[in-house]
């Protein structure tokens, strides 16, 4: 499993934690599995079945023509792609279409934005033609995953026999967590002061915390006043407008005793304590194409530590929300109802209680055990695609190295 720039240790978090978690799982299956993350990783989190190792120019290409299977991110560094299809060892990925990156200062703040976001769709088009086996985390990754695979041209009679349902092709891992991680969990005391709100993930410039620190003003003048702490501070390498609308908002609204934003990182392993000292997940998003195809990874806390959640109801995220009832999903241009969502979940029992008892019945269905079947019936088979190095699987990935030599080489724009 190749984890690309995520680190496993304290660093940890987003892609990386998603992958983490089901190279656990995949361990406690008997599955050999080595995570190869990038140097400055802890390898004292091996399990047993599980060894950690630094991805190193000159030990990667052994690591990979010493498995039976390679696993990567969305991206990852094509290189490996390249030799492991060349080898016609079984390939894996996380693959998702590029869409969220137009938000980010790599590409919009290049000097040529079109030029590296061509690159980052040409290393999208290598990991779609070369790999076997694709994660996605909800059906409308799927529905988006078998649109791209019909469209380039490597669905066909031979994939439709061996599985109608396109089994030996996609697995449906939902956004989820693992037995262990429900353990340190339920065991980790709290660790921060209270604050009935928290934003547990990043923040990035397709999501709006704007509304909610205008809804916290609303909330306040109401005489309903509620504290939000984010978690974690912009990456040091990234420009985020949001960031910056943030803090003026914060500024201009007064609001620097209601909002808690971190001076320092937060290590994964406190991460549990300092979400257990709230009471309602918030994530809200702007409009856009990214929220359409992209169920949040950080819902996984909605479920993990029981946290009704507020959402924006644009995209899949707001509407997985409103699928299973875990919280209230809400027009993001709607400034009251945001108020009025958040003042709901903080102030009223019955409707707390109402998500949090739907929280309970729908974590069993997202534990990683409850989903990897299909993942298992996979390797266990030991099969490539029925079109792995076939004419046209070939063919394009030959055209698509005369397109973009660089694609031999490590990435231009790593992301």
């Known amino acids: 499993m190749f984890t690309g720039p995520y680190p496993v240790g304290d660093g940890m978090g987003g892609v990386g934690l998603r992958l983490w978690?089901?190279?656990?799982?995949?361990?406690?299956?008997?599955?050999?599995?080595?995570?190869?993350?990038?140097?400055?990783?802890?390898?004292?989190?091996?399990?047993?079945?599980?060894?950690?190792?630094?991805?190193?120019?000159?030990?990667?290409?052994?690591?990979?023509?010493?498995?039976?299977?390679?696993?990567?991110?969305d991206l990852p560094d094509q290189r490996v792609l390249l030799h492991a299809h060349q080898l016609g060892k079984i390939l894996l990925c996380e693959n998702a279409a590029p869409i969220e990156h137009?938000?980010?200062?790599?590409?919009?703040?290049?000097?040529?934005?079109?030029?590296?976001?061509?690159?980052?769709?040409?290393?999208?088009l290598l990991q779609t033609w070369t790999c076997d086996h694709f994660l996605v985390r909800s059906s409308v990754e799927r529905a988006s995953m078998l649109g791209t695979l019909a469209a380039i041209g490597r669905l066909g009679p031979d994939h439709h026999a061996r599985s109608r349902a396109m089994n030996h092709l996609i697995t449906?891992?939902?956004?989820?967590?693992?037995?262990?991680?429900?353990?340190?969990?339920?065991?980790?005391?709290?660790?921060?002061?209270p604050a009935?709100?928290?934003?547990?993930?990043?923040?990035?410039?397709?999501?709006?915390?704007?509304?909610?620190?205008?809804?916290?003003?609303?909330?306040?003048?109401?005489?309903?006043?509620?504290?939000?702490?984010?978690?974690?501070?912009?990456?040091?390498?990234?420009?985020?407008?949001?960031?910056?609308?943030?803090r003026d908002a914060v500024t201009r609204l007064d609001l620097h005793s209601l909002i808690d934003y971190p001076r320092a990182p937060l290590p994964h392993t406190a991460r549990d304590g300092v979400i257990k000292a709230s009471n309602v997940l918030v994530c809200l998003g702007r409009d856009g194409a990214e929220n359409y195809t992209c169920l949040r990874l950080r819902l996984r806390d909605a479920l993990l530590y029981r946290l009704p959640v507020v959402?924006?109801?644009?995209?899949?995220?707001?509407?997985?929300?409103?699928?299973?009832?875990?919280?209230?999903?809400v027009d993001t241009r709607d400034t009251d109802a945001v108020a009025a969502a958040l003042t709901s979940l903080v102030f009223d029992a019955d409707i707390y209680q109402r998500c949090r008892d739907a929280i309970d019945r729908a974590?069993?269905?997202?534990?990683?055990?409850?989903?990897?079947?299909?993942?298992?019936?996979?390797?266990?088979?030991?099969?490539?695609?029925?079109?792995?190095?076939?004419?046209?699987?070939?063919?394009?990935?030959?055209?698509?190295?005369?397109?973009?030599?660089?694609?031999?080489?490590?990435?231009?724009?790593p992301i």
């Open 21 to 73: 978690e089901l190279a656990v799982a995949l361990a406690d299956e008997g599955i050999q599995v080595v995570v190869a993350c990038p140097p400055g990783s802890d390898p004292t989190w091996r399990r047993p079945g599980l060894r950690v190792e630094a991805f190193e120019e000159d030990t990667w290409p052994q690591l990979v023509e010493q498995t039976d299977a390679v696993l990567t991110t």
């Open 102 to 124: 137009l938000d980010y200062t790599q590409v919009a703040g290049a000097t040529d934005p079109q030029g590296v976001y061509d690159d980052l769709l040409e290393r999208f």
């Open 196 to 246: 009935e709100l928290v934003w547990s993930g990043g923040v990035w410039d397709y999501y709006d915390t704007v509304v909610v620190a205008e809804a916290l003003a609303r909330m306040r003048a109401a005489g309903q006043p509620a504290r939000l702490r984010f978690l974690y501070a912009p990456p040091a390498e990234q420009g985020i407008a949001e960031v910056d609308r943030l």
């Open 172 to 193: 449906l891992l939902p956004v989820g967590f693992s037995a262990e991680a429900a353990a340190f969990a339920d065991a980790a005391p709290v660790a921060a002061d």
């Open 311 to 329: 959402v924006d109801a644009g995209g899949a995220s707001g509407d997985w929300v409103t699928q299973w009832g875990v919280g209230l999903a």
């Open 363 to 413: 974590r069993p269905a997202h534990t990683y055990h409850a989903n990897i079947g299909n993942l298992l019936a996979f390797l266990g088979a030991g099969r490539r695609a029925p079109d792995a190095g076939g004419t046209r699987q070939q063919t394009a990935v030959a055209q698509l190295l005369r397109r973009r030599p660089t694609l031999i080489a490590a990435p231009l724009n």
